[in-house]
Each structure stands twice: as structure tokens, then as C-alpha cells.
């Protein structure tokens, strides 16, 4: 697969490839068969106009204003007026990869060629995308249904010259910005701009990266547990796979096998000769992380089938079946599969900070961590160590719960209650967008911590633990004395996010 150079044809976009074009300079084209299936449509609605018939959102109103009849002369200001009324988002813009995804995502359901959009004015959205102009997107103001209209209107504002966007690290009008990058606004046509604006895309956008991230920290969570269980001596035997073929969810396995991996030839673990030994079992947080890890996984498992599912499908209204030649209203904008995807990846991300948390005030609670010194400081009152950091995990933890509330069970009529059931999907992928940012701090500080009760140990860690540590220090040096510790914690939340820790697991 070609990362640098992706295809889109309406059916085959991966998570993968999104991420790389969201997140690196790879160049996206429509294929043929695209192109091909986009003409038909697009000849479908050229016919449609002469014929003078009665299509939602191509020759009437919106929304409330569904059987207001629009004159043909009319129809270009329909289309632009339709993205320039729904500029209405606010508060703080959308990340640059996520504006990004976002632009990919909508070319890519576009191809699919049930949208009656001209091969043109998609082509010239992916120029954008290609040369970095990038359209400024308010992140708040969609409800999720019809789909994304305020992020998705702020996106094509550009896409006509109006709007503003940054190009080149320079923040510029729309017109500006396509004429420094030697693009062309569009005159939006009869249908075009419902058909840019309708669609799920800002809500997929950051739920696509945010689960790509997650499935990354899934990875590091296990790492995390493994230098934790390291630290304090814990037992391997929770983590053997005889234990969990008895119960034999995918992700729990998984989760087992990676802490296996991690202390492999371990001389920490299941030291029965340690006098400072109390307990034949350790706490839950660590003799049950697979169990819960695990659970995690098969969440973002679900997540990942939705938003697959999601990326290559038509999303807008009306959709257009030229080969039946009929045009159908209907609801495949609605983003009720999305946000509920997203609000469980919240939940189940937070509860890998939850637990991980739990963890980080065991190996700092002298009473649990067999011989390692309270709140690992070599001297203690003198000293406080790690002992905030616990603190921050525990701030970042109590804020998650506020966030993993369910968005998508929540409804606010609009449109005078035309559109009476809307899905705050959005609002749910911001959340779990947010909670990632949480969690990967939160295992940040327990991967500091463990990190450091490792270096009170004389005995030599697991193979896996041992790659992780010289990670970590290659970042952030050993604690000696007290220091400002939010730069550690960030260094080592980098260390997260480049993918750079997960090397130990591979």
C-alpha cells in the first residue's frame, strides 16, 4: 500500500491511509471508476434540471424550507447561499489533520457517485488538500445531523473563494489563499453545495484519528502495566495463557501476551525468596490489566468497523441512482453509528487511564510496592519524588468522567423541528478526541513512576521492560532529587504519540 500516493474511489479507503494524509504530504486522486460513476450522477441532475423536477435541495429550499420552489436562475445562489448560511461554528478551530481527514473523507464519499457532484469541483477540493491549503474550521456548532453542515460549509467556503483558511503558515481570506496556491474557486452548480455539505465527515474525521491513537495506546498501556508489575515485583501468573484460554475474549489475550512479551527473562517478577513480599496476589489494577485492557481493545475493535464503514459510505441527501434514474431522500447523513462508536472509544480509553492511575499510586504507596521508598523520593521529607504526578493522573482521570458522558444520547430539535432527532456525534468525537489527549498523559506518568521504581531494583528487568526503560531514558533522566516535573511528563507523552515507546513491544 502506497501511503504517499492514495486512490480514492469511494470504497476502499483504509484508517491507515487516512491517517498518513492527514498527518504527512501523501497525494490523493479520484480514480477512473470514480470519475466514471460521479459523471453519471452528475448527468442525472443536468437532466433532472431540464426537466424542471421537483428535487430536494436541488431545485427547492432547505431544511424547514423543503417545498419552497426555487427558480432556475436562482439555483448557483441556492448552492453558495447554502454553504454561507451554514458558516456558523464557532469556538476554537479544528487541528490541521483534522481539517485534513476532513477534506479526504468528503472527496472520498463523493466518489461513490450518489452525490450528483461535477469530477471538477471534487478535483479541485482534493488541489486544496494536495497544496496544504487548509480551510479554518470552527470545531463547535455541528449536531450531527445533517451530518457535519457548519464544519463541512466552513470547508467548502474555501472551496468557493469565501471563508478563510491558512496556507503556508499564513492565515488568509479564502480568495486569498487559492490564489496563492494557483487554485481556482468554484461556482457551485445545482446540488453541489448540499452535496459538500451533507455528510458525517467532520465527526469520522477526528474519530478516525482519534481511534488510531487509541489502538496505539492500547499497546502502551500494556507496556505501562508490564514496567509497573516489574517495579513492584509483582506475579506473572495472572498474565499466563492457560488462564485466558479459559475466557477467551480476542483483546484480553492480547493484552496478556504483550505483558508476557514485556518481562520476558524477567528477574523481578515472582520473586518467591523476597522477604518484603506480603501478598500471593497483587491488586486488581495489575492482576486484572488484561481483563480490562482487553476490554478496551474489543471496544475500539467495534470502533474500527464502524468508521471503515463509515469512510466509504454516502452520506448526503438527496442521494442520486442514476442507473434508476430516482433521486431519494433519506437519512444516511444522520450520525447515530458514528457517536455511539465514539462515545464507547471514550469510555473505553478513559478506562485505560482509570486503571493506569491506579497503578501509578501503588508503586508510589510504600505499603504496596515492596521496599521501593514513598513516593519513590531517595529522600523522603526532605523530598516529595513523584508524589504530584499522581495528583495530575488523578486530575486527568476525574476530568475523563466528565468527558465519557454519552453525547449521543443526547437530542435538540432543529430546523422548527424538521430535523427533530439529531446525534451529537460530534461532540462525542471531540470527547474522546479530549480523553486520548488525557489518557496518554496519565500512562505517561505511570510509565515516570514505573520507570523509576525500576531503578531502585538491582535485578534485571524483562527483555521488553529493558527497551522500554532505555526509551524513557533516553528522554528523561532518573529522578535524584525534586525537580519540575511537568517536562518529564511531557517528554515521555511525546515519546507516546511518535509511536517511539511502542518499539519495545515489537
Not at 473523507?105 to 469541483?121: D, E, H, M, Y
Not at 450531527?144 to 481570506?173: C, F, Q, T, W
Not at 455539505?197 to 484519528?209: E, K
Not at 519513590?376 to 495530575?392: E, F, K, N, P, R
Request: charged share 20%; net charge positive; hydrophobic share 45%.
Amino acid at each position: 500500500m502506497n501511503l504517499h500516493r492514495v486512490v480514492i474511489d469511494g470504497e476502499h479507503l483504509t484508517v491507515q491511509q487516512a491517517v498518513a494524509v492527514a498527518r504527512g504530504n501523501g497525494q490523493v486522486r479520484l480514480a477512473p471508476v470514480a470519475k466514471k460513476r460521479m459523471g453519471r450522477s452528475w448527468a442525472w441532475v443536468e437532466r433532472a434540471l431540464r426537466e424542471r423536477a421537483v428535487v430536494y435541495g436541488v431545485t427547492t429550499g432547505f431544511g424547514a424550507f423543503q417545498n419552497v420552489s426555487i427558480a432556475p436562475e436562482k439555483l448557483r445562489e441556492l448552492q453558495r447561499n447554502m454553504i454561507m448560511s451554514h458558516c456558523a461554528g464557532v469556538g476554537d478551530p479544528l487541528s490541521e489533520e483534522g481539517v485534513r481527514a476532513m477534506m479526504l473523507l468528503r472527496a472520498n464519499a463523493l466518489a461513490k457517485g450518489f452525490s450528483g457532484i461535477r469530477v471538477s469541483t471534487v478535483e479541485r477540493l482534493l488541489e486544496m488538500l494536495n497544496k496544504r491549503v487548509h480551510p479554518v474550521i470552527p470545531a463547535q456548532g455541528s449536531v450531527g445531523a445533517s451530518g457535519d453542515l457548519a464544519p463541512l460549509s466552513h470547508m467548502a467556503a474555501v472551496l468557493i473563494g469565501e471563508g478563510v483558511a491558512v496556507y503556508r503558515g499564513k492565515r488568509l481570506n479564502g480568495a486569498r489563499a487559492m490564489k496563492a496556491a494557483g487554485i481556482r474557486p468554484v461556482v457551485l452548480e445545482a446540488k453541489e453545495g448540499i452535496a459538500l455539505n451533507n455528510g458525517t465527515q467532520a465527526m469520522t474525521a477526528i474519530g478516525v484519528l482519534a481511534l488510531h491513537d487509541a489502538e496505539q495506546l492500547a499497546a502502551i498501556a500494556d507496556i505501562a502495566a508490564a514496567m509497573t508489575l516489574e517495579a513492584v515485583k509483582g506475579k506473572s501468573t495472572p498474565f499466563a495463557a492457560l488462564v485466558h484460554s479459559t475466557r477467551p475474549h480476542v483483546g484480553q489475550a492480547v493484552s496478556a501476551r504483550n505483558i508476557r512479551s514485556m518481562i520476558r527473562g524477567s528477574e523481578l517478577v515472582d520473586r518467591v525468596d523476597d522477604d518484603t513480599r506480603e501478598s500471593v496476589q497483587d491488586s486488581y489494577s495489575i492482576r486484572c490489566a488484561p481483563q480490562v485492557h482487553g476490554a478496551s481493545r474489543d471496544a475500539m475493535t467495534y470502533g474500527r468497523k464502524v468508521l471503515e464503514t463509515e469512510m466509504n459510505s454516502a452520506t448526503d441527501n438527496p442521494l442520486i441512482f442514476p442507473d434508476k434514474s430516482v433521486a431519494y431522500s433519506a437519512g444516511n447523513f444522520h450520525g447515530q453509528p458514528v457517536g455511539l462508536a465514539l462515545d464507547f472509544l471514550g469510555l473505553a480509553v478513559a478506562e485505560l487511564g482509570d486503571i493506569s492511575e491506579r497503578r501509578t499510586a501503588k508503586i508510589l504507596d510504600k505499603h504496596h510496592s515492596y521496599g521501593l521508598p514513598a513516593f519513590l523520593a531517595s529522600d523522603g521529607g526532605v523530598q516529595s519524588g513523584l508524589m504530584i504526578a499522581q495528583y495530575t493522573a488523578a486530575a486527568l482521570v476525574s476530568e475523563n468522567k466528565v468527558l465519557m458522558h454519552p453525547a449521543s444520547g443526547d437530542s435538540i430539535p432543529t430546523s422548527a423541528s424538521q430535523e427533530d432527532h439529531v446525534s451529537m456525534g460530534t461532540i462525542s468525537a471531540r470527547h474522546a478526541r479530549n480523553i486520548i489527549d488525557n489518557v496518554q498523559r496519565i500512562i505517561a506518568i505511570e510509565i515516570l513512576c514505573a520507570a523509576q521504581g525500576l531503578e531502585y531494583r538491582s535485578q534485571r528487568p524483562g527483555v521488553g521492560t529493558r527497551q522500554a526503560l532505555a526509551a524513557v531514558r533516553k528522554l528523561v533522566r532518573p529522578l535524584r532529587g525534586d525537580r519540575s516535573l511537568t517536562e518529564d511528563i511531557e517528554k515521555v507523552t511525546s515519546l507516546i504519540r511518535s509511536g517511539g515507546l511502542a518499539n519495545a513491544l515489537r
